[in-house]
Antibody, heavy 119, light 109 residues
Framework: QVQLQESGPGLVKPSETLSLTCTVS??????????WSWIRQPPGKGLDWIGF???????NYNPSFKSRVTISIDTSKNQFSLKLSSVTAADTAVYFC????????????WGQGTLVTVS | EIVLTQSPGTLSLSPGERATFSCRAS???????LAWYQQKPGLAPRLLIY???SRATGIPDRFSGSGSGTDFTLTISRLEPEDFAVYYC??????????FGGGTKVEIK
């Protein structure tokens, strides 16, 4: 059973860069049939996909974030990371790191989520 | 850009009743690429259905999914107390590559 755990600052100042890391256990980020992704949820609202990365390092980002987002992977540490630049209060959200399968595209494993407040 | 619209926004039902959730896409979605999730307050979503109609591991058979093209449905045959939550549909494939619907909340009547 793969487990994912987000880590990073819970408070970021406006205009700065939000940085989060997801540590994967019980599975490998090198898995050939999975993608690794970040999804966020503003307080009281729905789910927004930010982007994903494959073990190859290939990425795909939501156009809504594309100019501000970078997702990277560290296979030696079994981690992947999110950087979101030029944040505003609108970026305040719970950020989830997740694993998905690209055969069907479903997200089958979720981290518990971490609240990041921009203030 | 593909948009998923879920209706209704809120369902008020009693335990034991049947719940039906609609997810409509602005353009055709490959049936293999439509999933449903359940989310309870303070928790991460949980995968219920993938490939439009396949139940995820450990999901009770009172949950079922159907549909194709632009219209998809999640049905809970008989609501249990633990089913009162928010339900999201999600597509994978069209740009943006992954999109969620706005969600339907099931509340106790």
């Amino acid at each position: 059973q793969v487990q994912l755990q987000e880590s990073g600052p819970g408070l970021v100042k406006p205009s700065e860069t939000l940085s989060l890391t997801c540590t994967v256990s019980g599975g490998s980020v090198i898995s050939g049939s999975s993608y690794w992704s970040w999804i966020r949820q503003p307080p009281g609202k729905g789910l927004d996909w930010i982007g994903f990365i494959y073990s190859s390092g290939n990425t795909n980002y939501n156009p809504s974030f594309k100019s501000r987002v970078t997702i990277s992977i560290d296979t030696s540490k079994n981690q992947f990371s999110l950087k979101l630049s030029s944040v505003t209060a609108a970026d305040t959200a719970v950020y989830f790191c997740v694993r998905g399968g690209y055969t069907y595209g479903q997200v089958d494993s979720w981290g518990q989520g971490t609240l990041v407040t921009v203030s | 850009e593909i948009v998923l619209t879920q209706s209704p926004g809120t369902l008020s039902l009693s335990p034991g009743e049947r719940a039906t959730f609609s997810c409509r896409a602005s353009q055709s979605v490959g049936s293999s690429y439509l999933a449903w999730y359940q989310q309870k307050p303070g928790l991460a979503p949980r995968l219920l259905i993938y490939g439009a109609s396949s139940r995820a591991t450990g999901i009770p058979d009172r949950f079922s999914g159907s549909g194709s093209g632009t219209d998809f449905t999640l049905t809970i045959s008989r609501l249990e107390p633990e089913d009162f939550a928010v339900y999201y549909c999600q597509q994978y494939g069209s740009s943006p590559r992954l999109t969620f619907g706005g969600g339907t909340k099931v509340e106790i009547k």
